[in-house]
């Protein structure tokens, strides 16, 4: 019984001479699979498709590209400083330090920045692929067996960010790299779709400035019409004043001024009809001629800052071919080599994929064999 239980735990050890022995005396199971495995893996290496990665890099552009934003007529706007009318407390209008419209290098690149990582600017430039009449791309881009979402999906994937660290590089930047199965393709795609990103955000800030200035005209409009109403009113109120206070003194028979001005040495104003019928007739005559509203309008206190102002947004004009957000510091270039398949690699780990999956095959045929010895040793066949 004893010598039994001595043998079994004996058979349990593992003994490393014995696992060198086995797998000499099975070494086509090794030698067999590390060959099936470096072919299997080269197969693979040579047939697999490319993968081609090319890189764009985006810089934000200097100031001078920025300075048709910096023009006169949108530096500053004019606010109120009065109530509309008061003409004795000085002008009711002046500039202010607030502008009709900025943009700086920074915030314009950051706007760049936003519109080319947005999956909706993205999702806007496949379907324009989708609607071109380019049917090489469209086969590399899209497939018939996924759905319309998978597609697109698999579309936002190709690209990748990555930003500049602001702890230790000094430029700000943006690189946009693609990988894609064609290499002219990649290229071509990426640089296709930074000009679309770049053009949609001109469109973003023409509509934005558009949308800016119109709003400030319209303001100053409403003050020169609302300070025109206000003029006309008090014109219409002076009238009556004059017809009133000539009606006093056509009563009192006073036909000329009562006073001269260097004889009036009280504080309060002589009642208006001591300046006599004549001269109110006169005055009350020419009021009633101003009937050009334009030609008026040099009497109205501040309308001529409002109407320089608006002449000058009426007559703004920027010059977007010099305009720049954001510059192509590197284009997308035609890549060299794949970077997918690494062949080398691949064949190296089929390699050893295959002696591994040979060594374990070979210690399990070795120890079937000793397995079969042992029960026909106990049966007493052999």
């Given at each position: 019984?004893?010598?039994?239980?001595?043998?079994?735990?004996?058979?349990?050890?593992?003994?490393?001479?014995?696992?060198?022995?086995?797998?000499?005396?099975?070494?086509?199971?090794?030698?067999g699979w590390l060959v099936v495995g470096s072919?299997?893996?080269?197969?693979?290496?040579?047939?697999?498709?490319?993968?081609?990665?090319?890189?764009?890099?985006?810089?934000?552009?200097?100031?001078?590209?920025?300075?048709?934003?910096?023009?006169?007529?949108?530096?500053?706007?004019?606010?109120?400083t009065s109530a509309r009318g008061q003409t004795?407390?000085?002008?009711?209008?002046?500039?202010?330090?607030?502008?009709?419209?900025?943009?700086?290098?920074?915030?314009?690149?950051?706007?760049?920045?936003?519109?080319?990582?947005?999956?909706?600017?993205?999702?806007?430039?496949?379907?324009?692929?989708?609607?071109?009449?380019?049917?090489?791309?469209?086969?590399?881009?899209?497939?018939?067996?996924?759905?319309?979402?998978?597609?697109?999906?698999?579309?936002?994937?190709?690209?990748?960010?990555?930003?500049?660290?602001?702890?230790?590089?000094?430029?700000?930047?943006?690189?946009?790299?693609?990988?894609?199965?064609?290499?002219?393709?990649?290229?071509?795609?990426?640089?296709?779709?930074?000009?679309?990103?770049?053009?949609?955000?001109?469109?973003?800030?023409?509509?934005?400035?558009?949308?800016?200035?119109?709003?400030?005209?319209?303001?100053?409009?409403?003050?020169?019409?609302?300070?025109?109403?206000?003029?006309?009113?008090?014109?219409?109120?002076?009238?009556?004043?004059?017809?009133?206070?000539?009606?006093?003194?056509?009563?009192?028979?006073?036909?000329?001024?009562?006073?001269?001005?260097?004889?009036?040495?009280?504080?309060?104003?002589?009642?208006?009809?001591?300046?006599?019928?004549?001269?109110?007739?006169?005055?009350?005559?020419?009021?009633?001629?101003?009937?050009?509203?334009?030609?008026?309008?040099?009497?109205?206190?501040?309308?001529?800052?409002?109407?320089?102002?608006?002449?000058?947004?009426?007559?703004?004009?920027?010059?977007?071919?010099?305009?720049?957000?954001?510059?192509?510091?590197?284009?997308?270039?035609?890549?060299?080599?794949?970077?997918?398949?690494?062949?080398?690699?691949?064949?190296?780990?089929?390699?050893?994929?295959?002696?591994?999956?040979?060594?374990?095959?070979?210690?399990?045929?070795?120890?079937?064999?000793?397995?079969?010895?042992?029960?026909?040793?106990?049966?007493?066949?052999?």
């Amino acid at each position: 019984m004893t010598e039994k239980v001595i043998e079994s735990r004996q058979d349990d050890e593992i003994d490393l001479f014995d696992l060198v022995d086995d797998i000499r005396d099975k070494w086509y199971w090794l030698v067999g699979w590390l060959v099936v495995g470096s072919i299997l893996a080269t197969v693979y290496a040579f047939t697999v498709s490319p993968l081609y990665r090319t890189e764009l890099i985006l810089r934000d552009a200097p100031e001078s590209d920025l300075l048709t934003f910096n023009q006169p007529s949108l530096r500053t706007t004019l606010k109120l400083t009065s109530a509309r009318g008061q003409t004795d407390k000085g002008s009711p209008v002046e500039l202010s330090g607030e502008p009709v419209f900025a943009l700086d290098s920074n915030t314009a690149f950051m706007g760049v920045r936003a519109v080319v990582r947005s999956a909706t600017a993205r999702k806007s430039f496949y379907q324009e692929i989708l609607n071109s009449e380019n049917s090489k791309i469209k086969a590399l881009l899209y497939n018939d067996e996924l759905t319309e979402e998978q597609n697109l999906a698999g579309f936002l994937g190709l690209f990748t960010f990555s930003d500049s660290n602001s702890k230790t590089d000094q430029d700000i930047y943006l690189k946009v790299n693609i990988e894609l199965e064609d290499a002219e393709l990649a290229r071509d795609l990426l640089n296709d779709y930074v000009d679309f990103a770049l053009l949609r955000y001109e469109n973003q800030i023409r509509q934005e400035l558009g949308r800016k200035v119109q709003s400030q005209l319209q303001l100053n409009q409403s003050w020169a019409s609302s300070f025109r109403d206000a003029y006309e009113s008090e014109k219409a109120r002076r009238i009556a004043l004059l017809d009133e206070a000539a009606a006093v003194a056509v009563s009192i028979g006073q036909a000329k001024p009562f006073y001269n001005t260097n004889d009036v040495v009280v504080s309060s104003e002589p009642p208006l009809y001591m300046m006599g019928e004549l001269a109110l007739k006169r005055e009350a005559e020419q009021l009633k001629q101003r009937t050009n509203k334009a030609s008026e309008d040099v009497f109205i206190e501040g309308m001529s800052a409002i109407r320089g102002s608006i002449s000058t947004l009426e007559n703004m004009k920027v010059d977007w071919d010099s305009v720049n957000f954001a510059l192509i510091d590197q284009p997308a270039l035609l890549p060299l080599k794949p970077i997918k398949p690494r062949k080398v690699l691949i064949v190296a780990l089929g390699g050893v994929g295959g002696f591994m999956f040979g060594l374990l095959a070979a210690l399990l045929a070795a120890a079937s064999s000793r397995h079969l010895r042992r029960d026909r040793k106990e049966t007493g066949h052999w």
